[in-house]
């Protein structure tokens, strides 16, 4: 089993940062080869944000977040991270941590979830 626990989210202005983090740990973790994050906005499904591979580095991120969000992570620590600038107010959602085996924006790519932390900004 893997376990994600999400941790950083908070309630902000329109154009502050905000730095997600995710501790990823468990006996499996040495399979996943891909993290990502996810985010679910009130009435909405869930939907991409971002992900790294976790060996390669490479990323994908979803449209919107383009040039204001950036995906990393920390082997080391097992911490994988979303560092959120410029924010707007329709990026307020409880973000997600997820962890696979293929780097995809499909969420059905990813076994393993945390509980998620709530984000919130104002205009």
């Known amino acids: 089993q893997v376990q994600l626990v999400e941790s950083g989210g908070g309630a902000v202005q329109a154009g502050d940062s905000l730095r997600l983090s995710c501790q990823a740990s468990?006996?499996?973790?040495?399979?996943?080869?891909?993290t990502g994050w996810f985010r679910q906005a009130p009435g909405k499904e869930r939907a991409f944000v971002a992900a790294?591979?976790?060996?390669?580095?490479?990323?994908i991120y979803e449209d919107s977040v383009k040039g204001r969000f950036t995906v990393s992570r920390d082997g080391a620590k097992n911490m994988v991270y979303l560092q959120m600038n410029s924010l707007k107010p329709e990026d307020t959602a409880v973000y997600y941590c997820?962890?696979?085996?293929?780097?995809?924006?499909?969420?059905?790519?990813?076994?393993?979830w945390g509980q998620g932390t709530q984000v919130t900004v104002s205009s």
């Open positions: 790294i591979g976790w060996h390669s580095g490479r990323t």
């Open positions: 997820a962890a696979g085996t293929g780097l995809t924006q499909n969420p059905v790519g990813y076994s393993y």
């Open positions: 468990g006996r499996t973790f040495s399979a996943i080869s891909v």
